[in-house]
């Protein structure tokens, strides 16, 4: 196993490639005259020092730009590959971004590789300097659905329960300085009638002093807080294992207790939601999978249900006598999309406005707090100056206007629609006064493209099949501000002895006298079911290992989908194992040729990974198709199985299934890549080495 910073010699440029193997290997000539001519003026090279006028956007330039405190991505070295850790203990991985801790880090691509499914290049202009926007034709999945719902909770529910359980404490006296403190600030505010204008001078001296923050509001762990009370409490999971979570359960990495709850949150919502929660997402589908195609959809199991219960009571629920069943089905599917749209929006604007109040590296810091306590700034001014009574006046005033000038409204937009079409997207915060800030995917893509530009990716976040221990996260209780003692703390954030023993009793009470666990007879028939059902998908794989050799192109995408635990070999950051046209091979990214490249071959760059008389050239003479990653026009993340499929294999066999990558080139030309080991690595880098500037569709 390489050790961090290992240099890959990351594959010299690729000739054309050869007819081989009965013609599968080809690639065309117009395809590799455009491989060898291309000269894109957009492409942004890692090696780069060009100024901000010449990068596409804003993240490209700060991408390339020379940071003052560096980490190890951001030391440019020579025209190799630097390995920083792929596949490494996460202990034995350097700093990676000056001013950001790697689990932190780690976090923003774990929750990156979730929120993004498909990207397309654009060349339309961006208002607010940043690309990978959410497009507004974005197509709708109760998948993509389910991930703005974890975002939603991740972000906005998690961030309104933390403020409530500061008002909780606030309001409890439990904390009697702070509390004293703030209600003498209320009361010389009310007797000077200065509410309004200490109210808002509060919020500038928060927003760009941010010291303020903990003295103001001290923080303390989200689950050990009562939301009742304001005191200290017993987390819900038992101990305090996070310290950002709402149940303070364990995690092995910093924001996987908050993701695991998010999904169990979108898991526990209505029938839209047991869609999202079961992963549908048919764009992502093959195109012919004879496995998804004999699985019943199990989102028609509520409205089957409804009918059930209806024909019980005397009902008729037959489709043929409902006229209304299929309209209204095919209305509230329609709006999902507007909802989904409108539930990123909210995420979007709720991240922008954090990263704007804790810029992350390289973003800058200052501008973005002083843009927002500018916009303050006016309105402290006029409250000194206005009384209650002309707000009320105002106030009055503008409820007229918007009752009885609908005709007038009406020109008004109709004229700025004409003159000014883009007038609605100007006022949008992101392209007004929090231009410039980005999403936390806009400031991932910015991260990931830092790696890039000094030709070092960033190593994926960590993983592993075992369970986070189950024990607190240190904590000093003196440094608590709870009304609470130490020890008193202490026993809150650690389990409880007797539910414990209790635990561990009704564990030893499902194992019999000879140490064998109990089965009930639910349990042998499930059992059964599984089995039987494990079987039926091993047979249909089987069958199309059979389908492919005589030559089937949808049973050669499914050959390799279940991978074995000894094909799960170590990939990146230059080689990915993956099949092309049901083929073993790598897929090689080659950054040393004056044009990056993408290529698939038979074998990795190294000449390893075939037959044992290939030599190493091997990979060079068996490149079966090979794209500048600047002509790259789209890529999508496919399924390696149906949705539905995918349900049942993770049921029956406990396998993860390989998923694919679709690239889709300029001139339209589309190559599907199958079972792909680190899909989304190598998905991550091929969005961060080019110039475009993508759309998240």
Not at 538 to 552: F, H, M, P, Q, Y
Request: with cysteine; net charge negative; charged share 20%.
């Amino acid at each position: 196993m390489p050790m961090p910073g290992y240099v890959f010699r990351d594959g010299q440029p690729i000739p054309d490639s050869e007819q081989q193997d009965g013609g599968y290997l080809a690639t065309s000539s117009t395809d590799m005259t455009r491989v060898s001519t291309s000269t894109s003026s957009a492409m942004s090279t890692p090696t780069s020092s060009a100024t901000d006028g010449d990068h596409p956007t804003d993240s490209h330039a700060l991408a390339n730009a020379d940071h003052d405190d560096k980490g190890a991505a951001q030391v440019n070295g020579d025209d190799s590959i630097k390995n920083l850790g792929w596949n490494e203990h996460p202990k034995d991985v350097p700093d990676l971004v000056g001013g950001l801790d790697n689990e932190e880090l780690w976090t923003l691509i774990r929750r990156f590789n979730k929120q993004m499914y498909h990207v397309k290049a654009t060349t339309a202009p961006l208002l607010g300097g940043l690309d990978l926007n959410i497009a507004d034709e974005d197509e709708f999945s109760p998948d993509k659905l389910r991930a703005n719902v974890e975002r939603l909770y991740m972000t906005v529910i998690i961030g309104l329960m933390g403020f409530g359980k500061h008002i909780a404490r606030l309001r409890s006296w439990r904390e009697p300085r702070r509390t004293g403190a703030f209600a003498a600030a209320y009361a010389v505010a009310w007797i000077l009638n200065l509410l309004l204008p200490t109210f808002l001078t509060t919020l500038i001296v928060l927003i760009v002093y941010p010291p303020s923050r903990p003295i103001l509001f001290p923080p303390a762990p989200l689950a050990l807080v009562n939301s009742s009370t304001g005191g200290a409490q017993s987390p819900k999971a038992g101990v305090l294992g996070s310290h950002d979570s709402a149940t303070g359960a364990p995690e092995k990495h910093k924001g996987e207790a908050v993701e695991q709850e998010a999904s169990n949150f979108v898991s526990g919502i209505g029938s839209i939601a047991l869609s999202s929660a079961t992963g549908k997402h048919e764009q992502g589908d093959p195109d012919s999978d004879p496995l998804n195609k004999s699985v019943p959809d199990p989102t028609r199991l509520a409205m089957a249900g409804a009918d059930a219960k209806s024909a019980a009571q005397g009902g008729t629920p037959n489709e043929h006598h409902d006229k209304t069943k299929q309209p209204m089905e095919d209305a509230m599917w329609g709006k999902m999309r507007p909802v989904m749209h409108v539930i990123g929006d909210i995420s979007d604007g709720w991240e922008r406005f954090a990263n704007a109040l804790s810029p992350t590296a390289p973003f800058p810091k200052e501008r973005p707090r002083l843009v927002l306590a500018g916009v303050l700034a006016p309105a402290v001014a006029v409250s000194l100056i206005t009384t209650s009574a002309v707000f009320i006046k105002m106030a009055q005033f503008g409820v007229g206007i918007g009752f009885f000038s609908d005709p007038l409204v009406w020109r008004g937009l109709d004229w700025l629609n004409r003159n000014y079409p883009e007038w609605q997207k100007l006022l949008e915060i992101r392209n007004s006064i929090l231009k410039g800030v980005p999403t936390n995917a806009q400031l991932t893509i910015t991260l990931l493209r830092i790696g890039e530009a000094n030709r070092a990716p960033l190593p994926p976040p960590p993983s592993s099949d075992q369970p986070p221990p189950n024990k607190p996260k240190s904590l000093n209780g003196d440094d608590v501000a709870l009304d609470a003692s130490h020890d008193e703390i202490q026993a809150a954030i650690h389990e409880d002895p007797a539910e414990k023993e209790a635990a561990e009793a009704a564990a030893a009470s499902a194992v019999g006298a000879e140490g064998k666990p109990k089965h009930r007879h639910g349990a042998h028939i499930l059992g059964f079911f599984k089995g039987t059902t494990a079987t039926g998908v091993e047979t249909k794989l089987g069958v199309d290992k059979v389908r492919a050799k005589i030559g089937s192109t949808h049973a050669k995408n499914h050959l390799g989908v279940l991978p074995n635990e000894d094909e799960m070999v170590p990939t990146g950051p230059v080689d990915f194992k993956g099949r092309y046209k049901g083929h073993k091979g790598w897929v090689n990214i080659s950054t040393a040729a004056r044009v990056p490249c993408v290529s698939w071959s038979k074998a990795a760059s190294d000449g390893t990974g075939g037959a044992v008389e290939d030599t190493i050239d091997r990979h060079e003479k068996h490149v079966a198709f090979k794209v500048p990653v600047q002509e790259i026009q789209e890529l999508k993340k496919v399924g390696g199985l149906g949705w539905k499929a995918k349900i049942v294999v993770g049921w029956a066999t406990g396998k993860t299934v390989a998923d694919g990558l679709e690239i889709v080139d300029k001139a339209g030309n589309t190559w599907k890549l199958t079972a792909i080991q680190d899909r989304d690595e190598l998905f991550n880098r091929l969005i961060a080495i080019g110039g475009q500037k993508w759309e998240s569709w």
